[in-house]
């Protein structure tokens, strides 16, 4: 049967093999935020070095149906002055500014700032475009090729875009299960082993770029024109109320990318396949638009020469954004059907296909008899991924680029942390057991700055999704314990005095602490290994733990279990 009524809501449902509860969520409201943006680089020359080569993106105004920015009053600063400036668009309409030294001073400063008008603006929006798509012109021929990355022509990935869009008649309902598939099957990891679309798609892993790649590849098999975009998000979290409480939303501030597709009677549309949004925040500010991240390259790229015995120069790049105003009033809707991962999305208007849903597989059984289980197995488990000690302030890589040429690009691994010794706000994270686990360890992945006191972990029964009755605490470790060099790391708090033997189920974790500890805990985007509600915060003096947050803190659960 078909109609016209909104398939961001029920399309999902033809996808996976999933709970009846989905986690589709349709928003209605507004951001509105008056923002200025500063990116401030600093280059550090060595002798030998015979050229350096800085090049940036102006950002530009853009309007789409669900997001705007209106960029004003834009500069650059260099110090000391380049002996060569260069300011043009390339194929893709990005303009592009190069500054060259040829006389290379010890430090090269750089300071580009502006001031964006940012808006998502989430209403239900009607679209009619037909599937397959109509040929869009030579101008869109770009944004439907198969590339490095992007490999649109790959058989696997052409046989997966034909399968999720088979049957279907508009261009909204194909990209909608395009990217929710992405959602659904590619985890979070940063940073990854390749970039491309084809390694996502074998390994189910990848950051931003990954996300960006195949959904893209999988769109342009099936000639959906889309493009790459990459930009910078900003770490001002937003909430979005709903019928059970607050969800929280958050992004580490740094580089990012996502896709534009196009509609005929819409044109170019924004979505986030790695944040689970068929739209785009106004924590974005958007820079440059490619075929692929091999051509988004431009914004902070440094290209040099030097001599053969000469050491490279360093790059430090620090991105500030304040918000002058801030308005965020949106609200959210569960519905009961959807994809496992979490996914908003706008209401839209538009024709589908209605097929019904396959429920899961029950539970295993819990044991008959605990008291007779044998624990000899060892056991780790949790969000084990995330770029440990790393430097983030010079996390860039370097590559050849011909005899005595080398390239520095910009890069998307960003410190994603909460600070979770504050005074106002507490931070819970639950894991589940399919297993009978005898409890060692419990390791968190921390990063200390300073400060002095004593940390532990409380653990905590299951209520209805949310931290239940105190069960046991871990021995304490004083901040002094924990290294201060950069990067994050784990640290194991001790439960193995407590003698727990967990049975199959939920249970939380929360950092407790004393004195006046700086520590930050490192989250992955997405909910990579624990349900959608898993991470959880209130006040400290609230009762309820009420609000849930978007991300994962990354922990991992050491003891013993059984065969």
């Known amino acids: 049967m ?27 409201g507004d951001m509105d935020s008056a ?3 500063e990116l401030q680089e600093q280059v550090t020359a060595n002798p030998g070095v015979k050229k350096i080569i800085l090049s940036f993106v102006v950002p530009q105004s853009f309007t789409s149906p669900t997001y705007s920015q209106d960029i004003k009053d834009f500069k650059v600063i260099f110090n000391p002055e380049p002996q060569d400036r260069e300011e043009k668009k390339d194929k893709h309409g990005n303009m592009v500014i190069t500054a060259t030294w040829s006389r290379v001073p010890n430090t090269v400063d750089v300071r580009l700032s502006c001031q964006a008008k940012s808006r998502t603006h ?14 869009p012109g030579a101008e869109f021929a770009d944004y439907l090729k198969s590339t490095e990355q992007v490999q649109a022509n790959e058989s696997r990935i052409k046989k997966l875009a034909t399968e999720l869009t088979r049957g279907v008649k508009t261009e909204y309902d194909a990209v909608q299960r395009i990217v929710s598939w992405v959602v659904d099957n590619v985890r979070y990891v940063t940073p990854p ?5 084809v390694y996502s798609l074998e390994s189910g892993k990848g950051n931003c770029q990954n996300y960006s790649h195949l959904s893209a590849a999988l769109l342009r098999s099936v000639g959906i024109p889309a493009r790459i975009v990459v930009g910078v998000t900003l770490n001002e979290p937003y909430n979005i109320a709903w019928q059970k409480g607050v969800l929280t939303f958050k992004m580490g501030q740094g580089r990012h990318s996502w896709i534009e597709v196009w509609f005929p009677d819409l044109g170019w549309v924004p979505f986030d396949p790695q944040n ?11 820079l440059e638009v490619g075929a692929d991240n091999n051509e988004t390259k431009n914004d902070g790229l440094m290209r040099w020469s030097q001599l053969q015995e000469a050491k490279r120069p360093a790059l430090q790049e620090v991105i500030n954004a304040s918000f002058a105003s801030d308005q965020v009033k949106i609200k959210g809707d569960r519905e009961s059907y959807g994809p496992k991962n979490l996914l908003l999305t706008p209401q839209v208007k538009a024709q589908f296909q209605q097929i019904a849903i396959i429920p899961p597989p029950p539970p295993p059984p819990p044991p008959k008899d605990p008291g007779k289980l044998r624990y000899t197995v ?14 983030f302030a010079f996390p860039r890589s370097v590559k050849a680029a011909g005899a005595g040429q080398f390239e520095m690009q910009n890069n998307f691994l960003v410190e994603t942390a909460e600070y979770v010794t504050t005074q106002r706000t507490q931070y819970a994270q639950v894991f589940v ?3 009978p686990v005898k409890l060692a360890k419990v390791g968190l992945a921390l990063h200390n700055f300073g400060g002095d006191g004593m940390l532990w972990l409380d653990l905590f029964k299951d209520d209805n999704g949310k931290p239940g009755a105190l069960m046991a605490t871990s021995g304490m470790i004083g901040v002094e314990q924990i290294s201060m060099k950069p990067g994050y790391r784990w640290v194991d708090f001790d439960f193995a005095k407590e003698k727990l033997d967990l049975m199959p189920g939920s249970y939380w974790i929360a950092l407790g602490f004393t004195g006046s500890p700086i520590v930050n805990w490192f989250y992955t985007y997405g909910k990579p290994v624990g349900p959608v509600y898993g991470t959880r915060y209130k006040g400290v003096f609230d009762s309820d733990w009420s609000g849930a947050l978007s991300y994962e803190f990354n922990y991992r659960i050491a003891g013993l279990t059984v065969k």
């Open 193 to 197: 082993v390749r970039y491309d679309a």
């Open 433 to 435: 057991l399919k297993k």
């Open 276 to 286: 689970s949004v068929l739209f785009v925040s106004n924590r974005f500010i958007r």
């Open 2 to 28: 078909k109609k016209y009524i909104p398939p961001a809501i029920l399309v999902l449902i033809i996808l996976w093999t999933c709970p009846v509860s989905g986690e589709n969520y349709t928003l209605k």
């Open 35 to 37: 923002i200025r943006y």
């Open 378 to 391: 060892p056991f780790l488990y949790g969000n084990l991924d995330y770029p440990e000690d790393v430097d």
């Open 122 to 135: 989430l209403t239900t929006l009607s679209t009619g475009a037909p599937f397959p798509v109509k040929d």
